[in-house]
């Protein structure tokens, strides 16, 4: 069946630094989601990739969908403490739009 | 708009007691869904729907039953609670094709 692995499983960085989670795939993906989990609280979605090669920015994040859609990525540029919390990778199926969550990297960022 | 509204927050069971998670969306999505989220571990799906009417199974749907009888309200009903079952319960909602949106989650222990 389909496996995606995402990494790392935690990060901690210095406010400031750069942060990249990874979505890894064994098999193509129709599309890619990505949420972010502050501590305490709920998934909120951030964004969906749909083509390959895709790539969109919301300020300081950057998402890309890889040519052979097998695999993605959430780059955040110079990390604030408000950046914390776990990011998520999520992808659906052809049917209905059910989503498989990856486990999600944990984001400490220290001030 | 509330969005998705979950009820209660927090919840302490016995084993063996039986209780239904609340969940109504405003937003008129047909999509519904139900995730568990273990410590530090991604979003596993349990039950989801498609419309008012329809269920069907996710990835672990065992010792839990759902019910659509509307567009709005899609709870979740667990039968004779195990310490298993001790989590933190998503609901959320979407269009086919969109992203989700989550309610606050219900943390539940069983004990």
């Known amino acids: 069946g389909q496996q995606v692995m995402q990494i790392p499983q935690y990060q901690h960085v210095q406010e400031g630094e750069d942060f990249t989670t990874y979505c890894n795939s064994s098999t193509t993906l129709s599309n890619i989601q990505w949420y972010k989990q502050r501590p305490g609280g709920h998934p909120v979605f951030l964004i969906q990739l749909v083509k390959s090669g895709e790539v969109k920015k919301q300020k300081r994040l950057t998402f890309q969908f890889g040519e052979a859609k097998k695999n993605s990525s959430l780059h955040i540029t110079a990390t604030q403490t408000t950046d914390v919390g776990t990011y998520f990778c999520a992808y659906g199926g052809t049917s209905y739009g059910k989503l498989t969550f990856g486990q999600g990297t944990i984001l400490t960022v220290h001030p | 708009n509330a969005g998705v509204t979950q009820t209660p927050k927090f919840r302490i069971l016995k084993i063996g007691q039986s209780m239904t998670l609340q969940c109504t969306q405003d937003m008129n999505h047909n999509y519904m869904y139900w995730y568990r989220q273990d410590p530090g571990m991604g979003l596993k799906l349990i039950y989801y729907s498609v419309g008012a009417g329809i269920t069907d199974k996710g990835e672990v749907p065992n010792g839990y039953n759902v019910s659509r009888s509307t567009t709005e309200d899609f709870p979740l009903r667990l039968e004779l609670a195990a310490p298993s079952q001790t989590s933190v319960y998503f609901c959320?909602?979407?269009?086919w094709g969109e992203g989700y949106t989550f309610g606050s989650g219900t943390r539940l222990t069983v004990v």
């Open positions: 959320a909602s979407s269009r």
